[in-house]
C-alpha cells in the first residue's frame, strides 16, 4: 500500500519537472529563420538564472536581449558581470515571435570580444 501512494508522489513529482523544464525552454517562440544584428548601448543588464539579459537602445528602439547562463557566459570567456550600462554591445540572435522588441542572442561582441552563447 505505500508504494502506491510513493509512485504517485514521484510522478507528480516528474510532471511538474517537466512542465518546468518545458516552460524554460521554450525555444519556439523564437523564430529561427529571422536573424537579426543590433548594435547598440547598453541600458540595463540583468545576470539572473536561468538567463543573463540586457536592455539595448539601438538607434530604432529599446531591446530585450535573452542571453545564456551567466555561467555559460563566463565559461565562453564574457562574464556577464563585464557588461555595464553605457557599454556598446552587438548581439545576433532571433526575434521573439510574441514580443516585437525582444531577441534571443546567439552571439554576443562587447569589448571587442565576441562569444558564441549556444
Not at 547598440?40 to 538564472?49: E, F, L, S
Not at 555561467?71 to 558581470?81: C, D, E, V
Not at 548581439?91 to 571587442?112: D, F, L, M, Q
Request: net charge positive; aromatic share 4%.
Amino acid at each position: 500500500m505505500t508504494r502506491l501512494p510513493a509512485a504517485l508522489a514521484c510522478a507528480a513529482g516528474i510532471g511538474l519537472f517537466a512542465a518546468a523544464a518545458a516552460a524554460h525552454h521554450g525555444w519556439g517562440s523564437y523564430d529561427a529563420s529571422k536573424t537579426l544584428t543590433l548594435d547598440g548601448t547598453v541600458a540595463t543588464v540583468r545576470a539572473d538564472n536561468p538567463h543573463a539579459e540586457l536592455d539595448l537602445q539601438t538607434q530604432e528602439k529599446l531591446w530585450r536581449v535573452t542571453l545564456s547562463p551567466p555561467a555559460r557566459m563566463a565559461n565562453r570567456g564574457k562574464p556577464i558581470s563585464e557588461i555595464k550600462p553605457g557599454d556598446r554591445v552587438i548581439a545576433v540572435g532571433y526575434p521573439s515571435k510574441n514580443n516585437p522588441n525582444e531577441i534571443r542572442a546567439e552571439r554576443i561582441t562587447h569589448n571587442g570580444v565576441t562569444v558564441e552563447l549556444r
